[in-house]
């Protein structure tokens, strides 16, 4: 049980384009989830937590109107990266709490972006 | 906010041999300290969590101790095994909230 899944797993698109990565909890429902941006050999970087039915809480130094964050079931939250920019080339990770689960957050596989 | 520090940040043993990995927190209410193990290009996946009301708890040849008085946690691997050789990320949280995550220990069992 608790299979995150996320798409594309992968996606390479030109700069000023905009990218939309699916997350979505497949065998349970979410009210929370939280959008993880991972640069290569570092930590996990929390962007945003993603509440279902209302706006999404970002961190500080995350631009909301950069990355747009939608939560719209309990099953499914997307995040948008706008006007795509090489430096927003990385990898994105969500994960999704159970709301059986007190704490643990299960993670998505990640989706890889590349702007070029 | 949280602020959650982890070392070492690279770890190598001998398969056989036991590895330490150490995080301090710095936010006393947090009660929530889960370990994620991650290979290259996978997912973080849960490998042990502790919450603030016990000291110490082990699965297997994992274990996690917790001193709140001191803000801080460990991770105890016996017996290391080549295929334990990942990046180990400690995170601490409160409640349901959202976790704050170390900056990684990259273990390398040598075999």
């Known amino acids: 049980g608790a299979v995150v899944s996320q798409h594309p797993s992968w996606v390479i698109c030109k700069s000023g384009t905009s990218v939309k990565i699916e997350c979505r909890s497949l065998?349970?429902?979410?009210?929370?989830m939280f959008w993880y941006r991972q640069f290569p050999k570092q930590s996990l970087m929390l962007m945003a937590t993603s509440n279902e039915g209302s706006k999404a809480t970002y961190e500080q130094g995350v631009e909301k109107d950069k990355f747009l964050i939608n939560h719209a079931s309990l099953t499914l939250s997307t995040l948008t990266v706008t006007s795509a920019h090489p430096e927003d080339s990385s990898f994105y990770i969500c994960s999704a709490r159970d709301v059986n689960s007190y704490n643990e957050q299960f993670f998505g596989p990640g989706t890889r972006l590349t702007v070029l | 906010g949280e602020n959650v520090e982890q070392h070492p940040s690279t770890l190598s043993v001998q398969e056989g041999d036991s590895a330490v990995i150490k995080c301090t927190y710095s936010?006393?209410?947090?009660?929530?300290f889960p370990w994620y193990k991650q290979e290259l290009g996978k997912r973080p996946q849960l490998i042990i969590d502790i919450r603030s009301n016990v000291g110490e708890k082990k699965d297997q040849r994992i274990a996690v101790t917790l001193n709140k008085t001191a803000k801080h946690f460990s991770l105890h691997i016996t017996e290391t095994q080549p295929e334990d050789s990942a990046v180990y990320f400690c995170?601490?949280?409160?409640?349901?909230?959202?976790?704050?995550f170390g900056t990684g220990t990259r273990l390398t069992v040598i075999p």
């Open positions: 065998d349970f429902q979410a009210t929370t």
């Open positions: 936010d006393s209410a947090s009660n929530y």
């Open positions: 995170a601490a949280g409160f409640g349901a909230n959202n976790l704050f």
